[in-house]
């Protein structure tokens, strides 16, 4: 009897911790999905500069101002918290080699790789 209980509770401890990770793992993958207003934002929102903001409507507009396309929508702060951490270089270079359901270069042949820093800065920023 005396020896069983150490091990009782050390299952208990492990079955706690599990439940705490998966149940962490599940807030950091499901960020708060964007409603109808939040869309409709994403929609509207240009760029300032004529150029970027040309580039911006032909490419990066298409699957970044919907809900449904699996990208992060552009200006919806919880959607580009986490990668947001892995520091902006690193979400520049996704869009220049392709990411999951992001083709290379985002559709825009000719942006530069300082296009994809301006309009990176833009869509995971703050409506403008
Ligand atoms: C064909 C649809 C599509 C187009 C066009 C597109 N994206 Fe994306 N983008 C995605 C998807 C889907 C993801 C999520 C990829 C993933 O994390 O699996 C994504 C992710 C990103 C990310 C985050 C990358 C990371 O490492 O987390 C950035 C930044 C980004 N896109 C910028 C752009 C820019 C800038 C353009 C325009 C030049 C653009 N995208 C055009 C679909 C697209």
Do not use: I
């Not at 962490?24 to 109808?36: C, D, M, Q, S």
């Not at 500069?49 to 040309?54: H, I, N, P, S």
């Amino acid at each position: 009897m005396g020896k069983t209980w150490p091990s009782v509770l050390s299952a208990l401890g492990v079955v706690a911790a599990t439940v705490l990770l998966v149940l962490l793992g599940l807030r950091e993958r499901a960020p708060a999905a964007p409603g109808p207003a939040e869309v409709a934002r994403a929609e509207r929102a240009r760029p300032a500069d004529a150029r970027l903001a040309q580039r911006y409507e032909q490419a990066c507009v298409l699957c970044h101002a919907r809900a449904d396309s699996g990208a992060p929508l552009s200006h919806h702060a919880p959607s580009w918290e986490a990668r947001l951490a892995r520091g902006l270089p690193a979400l520049v270079q996704s869009v220049q080699n392709g990411k999951g359901g992001m083709p290379a270069g985002g559709l825009c042949a000719d942006c530069s790789p300082q296009d994809y820093d301006s309009l990176t800065r833009f869509m995971s920023g703050p409506t403008p």
